[in-house]
Nanobody, 115 residues
Framework: QVQLVESGGGLVQAGGSLRLSCAAS????????MGWYRQAPEKQRELVAT???????NYADSVKGRFTISRDNAKNTVYLQMSSLKPEDTAVYYC?????????WGQGTQVTVSS
């Protein structure tokens, strides 16, 4: 089993920055994809960014150029650096680990961007 714990959310003004962290406990090995998703009120959960075990990244068009995903394999941690935040970035952000033996989710962290 893998447990994911997100941190770093909060309230920020538009144009500001936040860095989210997702610490994974348990064995993460083999080919895998770590990612961040978000869900705004009354909307479906959507992909924000992913990074593979080979360090290939992928971003939603809405965050390209503003968000950066990275991972520290030694610490089993994935990060999401968010800059130039907009009110429409307000959502609960979830960490996901897509592993060869299953897919796991964190509990989510709230990000609120005020205008």
């Amino acid at each position: 089993q893998v447990q994911l714990v997100e941190s770093g959310g909060g309230l920020v003004q538009a144009g500001g920055s936040l860095r989210l962290s997702c610490a994974a406990s348990g064995k993460i090995f083999g080919r895998n994809v770590m990612g961040w998703y978000r869900q705004a009120p009354e909307k479906q959960r959507e992909l924000v960014a992913t990074v593979t075990s080979g360090a290939t990244t992928n971003y939603a068009d809405s965050v390209k150029g503003r968000f950066t995903i990275s991972r520290d394999n030694a610490k089993n941690t994935v990060y999401l650096q968010m800059s130039s935040l907009k009110p429409e970035d307000t959502a609960v952000y979830y960490c996901n680990a897509d592993l060869i033996y299953g897919s796991f989710w964190g509990q989510g962290t709230q990000v609120t961007v005020s205008s």
